[in-house]
């Protein structure tokens, strides 16, 4: 009797205000899934939906059995029905209110025509496939990327690979330049081809291939990753040596005349000059092995801040990973974030694409340097949208970049995470996105992710698509598992 009663609950969905719809359904053969398209027919008008909540829903009803033969008496007794309810939004159609309309999942079909009809002005960036309707492309709105993204998920959930892909496909859709600090020299091969790739795609990509340029400590000319100390902001050069204005104001003033020249002299050429707060200024450079950085290219022309603002460089890759130590590193992030900073005002669009952001710009800066770096990523974040700097900062956990920058991302892309306690965080900095969608990233697996914001405004579950570049630091495969003969 249970099992009749609950086969036949039927699929029913109603509108109170033509927005938002709460709907039941049987739990046999239940094909809703949080986040899926749904059609809700009713008086002869159709709307496309999506499911937002899907939960067990009971209810405790009283049956009366009827009489036996052999003298059993009528019977009254409990039965507990469960059925599966929930709501959704309405993403299009008449708007007006409706109840008992059935509610089906939409096919693929249904699901592309919406999407053609709500087509955008701006280029669309295919990054994968709608994980709930089979076949049709997921398409982000290339001009969402004039706001802050924060792209989370747990490691190796395919965050790089993930951003491989949006990079490559504002390559090929935009003309948004791109800068991006790559810790892990993972960007490296953003130029090349795979020999697996939709030829399709590797054809216009072709194209764009010829704008990334990527600066590496080991590479010769041009390429080589590379600073002057004259061009670092004064604040950015006094972290570099933990010099404090005040405190050490006799080495801060000799820092700044030696810089203040119109070709400043080499560090060996300090030596020469035999006033005690240089020679403590040379002592302070050498202990903190200041002086033998590789990034320093003295007599050489050219450094990489000049590639970042260089308009014929369509994207610069700049190869932290290539950099033998944390401070060179957290030199050359703090350098370019400030010198972005500096120059706003020349309002020239770019996306700052900033990979474990947690160690470039962390909550919890280990040093001075670090903290530069992590203080002009915020500046961005508060500030940069107006002047052009828009930022796309990757890391495993939301609590690990600073609040601020945080909280100024409008667009979300989230991938798998490891804790409800992520989700929760995710969830409370992006109020706009439904919760019941943020709390399914703990199930995604590996390439499966959420798009929500400017970028997707109906936010949308994916599968991402292939990557069309080579990646630079694949994961160590696990060959040292292989069994034994
Ligand atoms: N969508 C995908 N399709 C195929 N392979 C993928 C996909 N996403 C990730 N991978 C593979 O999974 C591995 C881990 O991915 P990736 O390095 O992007 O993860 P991550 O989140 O950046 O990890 P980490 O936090 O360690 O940097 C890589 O070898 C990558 O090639
Ligand atoms: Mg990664």
Redesign the pocket.
């Known amino acids: 009797m249970r099992r009749t009663l609950e086969a036949s609950v039927r699929p029913l969905a109603t509108s109170v205000d033509g927005r938002r719809f709460s709907y039941q359904a049987s739990l046999y053969d239940l094909e809703l899934r949080i986040g899926g398209y749904v059609v809700l027919e009713g008086d002869g008008i159709a709307r496309l939906g999506q499911v937002l909540t899907l939960k067990l829903d009971k209810l405790s009803t009283e049956l009366t059995l009827p009489a036996r033969a052999g003298g059993l008496p009528e019977n009254r007794t409990q039965v507990q029905v469960r059925y599966a309810g929930g709501e959704g939004a309405i993403l299009e159609g008449d708007p007006a209110p409706f109840h008992d309309a059935l509610i089906r999942v939409a096919t693929g079909a249904e699901v592309q025509a919406w999407l053609q009809r709500s087509g955008r002005p701006y280029a669309n960036l295919p990054l994968?496939e709608l994980a709930l309707a089979a076949g049709v492309p997921c398409l982000a709105d290339a001009s969402g990327f004039d706001r802050h993204t924060f792209l989370c998920?747990?490691?190796?959930?395919?965050?790089?690979?993930?951003?491989?892909?949006i990079l490559e496909r504002l390559l090929i859709e935009t003309d948004l330049r791109l800068v991006v600090l790559d810790p892990?020299s993972?960007f490296v091969r953003l130029g090349q081809v795979r020999a697996d790739a939709d030829p399709a795609l590797a054809e216009r990509y072709q194209e764009a291939a010829r704008g990334v340029a990527v600066y590496s400590v080991g590479a010769r000319g041009e390429r080589r990753l590379r600073l002057h100390v004259a061009e670092i902001d004064p604040a950015t050069q006094a972290a570099l040596l933990r010099l404090d204005p005040i405190d050490d104001r006799e080495e801060y003033a000799a820092l700044a005349e030696f810089l203040a020249k119109e070709n400043p002299p080499s560090i060996a050429a300090l030596a020469q000059d035999k006033r005690p707060e240089t020679s403590r200024l040379r002592l302070r450079l050498h202990n903190l092995g200041v002086d033998r950085f590789t990034v320093w290219a003295p007599g050489e022309a050219g450094s990489v801040l000049d590639a970042v603002h260089d308009q014929s460089v369509r994207c610069a890759v700049i190869d932290l990973g290539s950099l033998p130590t944390r401070e060179e590193q957290a030199l050359v992030a703090a350098a370019v974030l400030g010198d972005l900073w500096r120059r706003r005002q020349e309002r020239s669009p770019i996306l700052i694409v900033i990979?474990?952001a947690h160690n470039v710009c962390p909550t919890e800066p280990g040093d001075q340097l670090i903290a530069m770096a992590a203080d002009y990523a915020t500046r961005i974040a508060a500030e940069g949208r107006k002047f052009g700097l828009y930022l796309l900062v990757?890391t495993?956990r939301p609590q690990k970049i600073p609040a601020n920058v945080l909280s100024q991302a409008d667009n979300l892309v989230l991938?798998r995470l490891n804790s409800l306690a992520d989700a929760a965080f995710a969830e409370a900095a992006f109020s706009f996105v439904p919760p019941s969608l943020i709390e399914r990233s703990v199930i995604f697996r590996?390439?499966?992710g959420l798009i929500a914001g400017k970028i997707s405004p109906q936010p949308a579950l994916l599968?991402?698509?292939?990557?069309i570049t080579q990646?630079g630091?694949?994961?160590v495969p696990p060959t040292w598992a292989t069994p034994a003969d």
């Open positions: 994968g998920g747990q490691s190796g959930s395919g965050k790089t690979y993930s951003l491989g892909v892990n993972d990979d474990e990757s495993q991938l590996q390439g499966e599968r991402f698509g292939a990557r990646e630091g694949a994961d």
